[in-house]
């Protein structure tokens, strides 16, 4: 079973409408949660991250975290074309290499590919 | 936007050839780290390093090899280039464990 779960979709919608991305994850270490952006044929870029349960907010962006159920979600409200995109979400916790030295290790769910329609 | 370079952007090369993917961040970043994607799948880490003189592999098993020599490089070399070398290779820095910042990628393709 893998530590990160997303639904790849891929997934299309009209302009203007509510999308929501979800992941589900096993790893009870995990403490941070990204959400990170792919166009097609450049590197993730960086939405958004949080920490603890609960809701962030940034523009038409809302990251969403449930500790308990080890759940997490993006919602983009009154979505354009230009995100039409590969969402990833990533989550991270400290790990240790053979010498001792720790490090953020992050571990990517598989993308869902979004389209947005005009 | 994060500033990370990686060159070239894509590559065609023969089997048997020596490679070498160039990665430079100007952020001062003590880590950072190279990832593999393959098209519909996850990113999957590859190498990493938290500093100068430091490289650890990654979770995937790579023939690949890096070096650390100065803090705003982190190149990537293949010794002999084969078609499974194939695929996109991502490179990345971050000063805190919840933030990494990729560059653009490198596209590889080995005939």
């Known amino acids: 079973q893998k530590e990160v779960e997303q639904d790849p979709g891929p997934l299309s919608v009209p302009e203007g409408a509510i999308v929501s991305l979800n992941c589900t994850y096993s790893?009870?270490?995990?403490?941070?949660f990204m959400w990170y952006r792919q166009y097609s044929r450049k590197g993730p870029e960086l939405l958004m991250y949080?920490?603890?349960?609960g809701n962030k907010e940034d523009g038409r962006f809302t990251a969403q975290v449930d500790k308990s159920s080890k759940y997490i979600s993006l919602f983009i409200r009154d979505s354009q074309p230009s995100d039409s995109a590969t969402y990833l979400c990533?989550?991270?916790?400290?790990?240790?290499?053979?010498?001792?030295?720790?490090?953020?290790?992050?571990?990517f769910g598989q993308g869902t590919i979004l389209t947005v329609h005009p | 936007e994060a500033d990370i370079y990686q060159t070239p952007r894509y590559l065609v090369i023969g089997t048997g050839k020596k490679i070498t993917l160039e990665c430079s961040q100007t952020m001062g970043h003590d880590k950072m780290y190279w990832y593999q994607q393959d098209p519909g799948m996850e990113l999957h880490l590859i190498h990493y390093s938290y500093g100068v003189n430091s490289t650890e592999k990654g979770d995937l098993s790579s023939e690949s090899t890096v070096s650390r020599i100065r803090t705003e490089h982190f190149p990537l070399t293949l010794e002999s280039a084969r078609p499974s070398h194939t695929s996109q290779y991502l490179c990345?820095?971050?000063?805190?464990?919840?933030?990494?910042?990729f560059g653009p990628g490198t596209r590889l393709l080995v005939l």
């Open positions: 790893n009870s270490a995990f403490q941070y």
């Open positions: 990345a820095s971050s000063a805190h464990q919840e933030t990494q910042y």
């Open positions: 990533a989550m991270s916790l400290i790990a240790a290499n053979a010498g001792g030295t720790s490090y953020g290790k992050l571990t």
């Open positions: 949080t920490y603890s349960s």
